[in-house]
């Protein structure tokens, strides 16, 4: 009985010094802000989509007067100062001509055959230029005109700097309104950047170069911060 009274007696004494030893500290609060930083800037280089539409009696009737378009308009572009490289084929398609649905007896009256073709240029002042060329040659389709950078890398960096500073600023001005104070960054975390898109001037495709305007893009950055909030 006296062993067994000292054990407990022994416990009871451990424990209030080993309970400190087991409690954790508080997590501290955190807050989460999200900057943006946008930069502005002219574009360098613009992608085309441009194709040519053909019809024959048959498949390969029309598919040998779509190629032969298509040869001519490679060459005129190639004349206009546009690289092999920048010239990828992006969609071949030939597909029968249904006509008669008015009639409820649909028959084939031909083939249409289809050959687009994607086109970055580099030199924006010849943009006009090379969409006349294309024309000019059988080019008969236009599916759309884009811009963008060669190297937007140095834009990004710019505009995800300018979002770290937004974040810190909003974070201030939260924990200020707050009555706290910011402490240590947590983690930090970028969003997905963008490229706003830019209106075109619409013109009419005529023998004089096509008026065009590239103006100015937006290049985009997000970025989220923890921060830890001192009391």
Do not use: C, H
């Not at 009256?109 to 040659?137: C, E, H, K, P, W």
């Not at 209106?199 to 937006?218: D, F, Q, R, T």
């Amino acid at each position: 009985m006296r062993v067994l009274s000292a054990l407990a007696l022994a416990s009871a004494l451990a424990l209030p010094l080993s309970s400190p030893a087991l409690a954790q500290d508080a997590p501290a609060p955190l807050l989460n802000v999200t900057g943006i930083g946008t930069v502005e800037a002219a574009p360098d280089m613009a992608s085309l989509s441009i194709g040519v539409t053909t019809q024959g009696e048959t498949a390969v009737a029309a598919l040998a007067a779509n190629s032969a378009a298509m040869e001519a308009v490679m060459a005129r572009l190639a004349t206009a100062g546009v690289e092999a490289r920048d010239m990828q084929t992006s969609n071949l398609s030939v597909n029968p001509n249904w006509t008669g649905y008015d009639s409820g007896s649909p028959t084939i009256s031909g083939y249409l055959a289809a050959n687009m073709l994607t086109v970055t240029i580099r030199d924006l002042a010849g943009l006009g230029q090379v969409l006349d060329a294309a024309v000019q040659d059988g080019a008969n389709t236009l599916n759309g005109l884009s811009f963008g950078f060669v190297n937007p890398g140095p834009l990004l960096d710019e505009a995800r700097k300018e979002a770290v500073a937004d974040a810190r600023a909003r974070a201030e001005l939260l924990a200020a309104a707050a009555g706290v104070k910011l402490g240590r960054i947590v983690s930090i975390s970028e969003g997905t950047a963008s490229e706003s898109p830019i209106p075109l001037y619409k013109a009419e495709l005529a023998a004089a170069p096509v008026p065009v305007a590239g103006g100015e893009m937006n290049v985009e950055a997000a970025v989220t911060i923890f921060y830890e909030i001192v009391q």
